[in-house]
């Protein structure tokens, strides 16, 4: 992939981790209302869907990928993708039980004990979430994936 085409790609996967971590950070002060809220979790929900997609399709972009070696891709990027959709999962659920618990009234205590430690947990998931998928994102840029090169013909012959 060249810069011209990369640097783009590069600048929408950090806009959606920079709305996602938005979200993530002032939903609980920008509850002016049930539609307020049900809307920032929405955008949030389909960030996290871009930034997989984004993600997946700069795999298949890859000289790596169409050479057959899927396998090194999904060994060097595991961790990311396995974040990514526990990730979604935990800030659906979220978003769920944050909606059916609020729904009467916004301003409502509801911080349960279960609730509690969802929210914490979802909370700490996110920071390994950016963490990963911008590294991965950053170590996509590597020209080492984009062309065929001494390191790829040694990985070839390892896997074969």
Request: a positive charge.
């Amino acid at each position: 992939m060249h810069v011209s085409s990369y640097r783009p790609v590069l600048y929408l996967q950090l806009f959606i981790l920079f709305v996602d971590l938005f979200v993530n950070s002032f939903s609980e002060l920008l509850r002016i209302s049930n539609v307020t809220i049900l809307v920032l979790y929405i955008i949030q929900d389909i960030c996290i869907i871009f930034a997989a997609i984004v993600l997946f399709l700069m795999f298949f972009n890859t000289y790596v990928f169409q050479a057959g070696l899927v396998g090194l891709l999904v060994g060097k990027f595991k961790y990311t993708v396995l974040i990514v959709f526990i990730y979604f999962m935990l800030c659906i659920g979220l978003h769920i039980w944050t909606m059916s618990l609020r729904w009467e009234d916004v301003n409502a205590y509801i911080w349960t004990p279960g609730y509690q430690t969802l929210y914490v947990f979802q909370k700490v998931v996110a920071v390994f979430y950016y963490y990963f998928y911008k590294r991965t994102s950053y170590r996509l840029g590597d020209p080492r994936f984009y062309q065929d090169s001494a390191w790829l013909r040694t990985q070839f012959n390892r896997r074969r």
